[in-house]
């Protein structure tokens, strides 16, 4: 069973790698989800544009920079997933401090790196 994934910071815009994420995302067969400022569809994943309560997230990917995250630290906690991938641009060592004392793991490491040499 292929496990969720949450885009952080998804974007409707085509030239952005979170988009691209999600494109790839879906291309592999990766239960997708998505929240970004805007409303939208993108390969057909609907991204919110608020803190949704989505259930079983394995793996949320940040497309976020750090001072952006702040605002989703306890909304990223309370999803409780196994891990946390952190795409170049977006490192926090505040955010790995909270992840690591929650048990919850993570990764600098590039989304679409790691599903084009089928690492993810």
Same mark, same amino acid.
């Given at each position: 069973?292929?496990? @969720?994934?949450? $885009? ?8 952005? #790698? ?10 592999? *067969? &990766? =239960? ?5 400022? @805007?409303?939208?569809?993108? +390969? *057909? ?5 608020? @803190? /949704?309560? %989505? ?7 940040? /497309? ?8 989703? /630290?306890? #909304? ?9 991938? %952190? ?5 926090? =060592?505040?955010? #790995? ?5 929650? *048990?919850? +793991? ?6 679409? $790196?790691?599903?084009?040499?089928? &690492? #993810?």
């Amino acid at each position: 069973m292929k496990k @969720k994934t949450l $885009v952080l910071g998804a974007s409707l815009k085509t030239s952005r #790698y979170s988009n691209l994420a999600i494109n790839r995302l879906v291309k592999n *067969g &990766q =239960p997708t989800v998505a929240i970004g400022l @805007k409303k939208g569809m993108v +390969d *057909g994943v609907e991204i919110k544009n608020e @803190k /949704y309560p %989505f259930e079983d997230i394995n793996t949320i990917t940040l /497309y976020l920079n750090a001072k952006r995250q702040q605002e989703y /630290y306890d #909304y990223i906690i309370s999803l409780n997933p196994e891990r946390v991938i %952190f795409n170049p641009g977006t490192e926090n =060592p505040e955010l #790995y401090k909270l992840l690591q004392k929650n *048990g919850i +793991d993570y990764e600098n490491a590039c989304t679409l $790196v790691m599903l084009s040499s089928q &690492q #993810y």
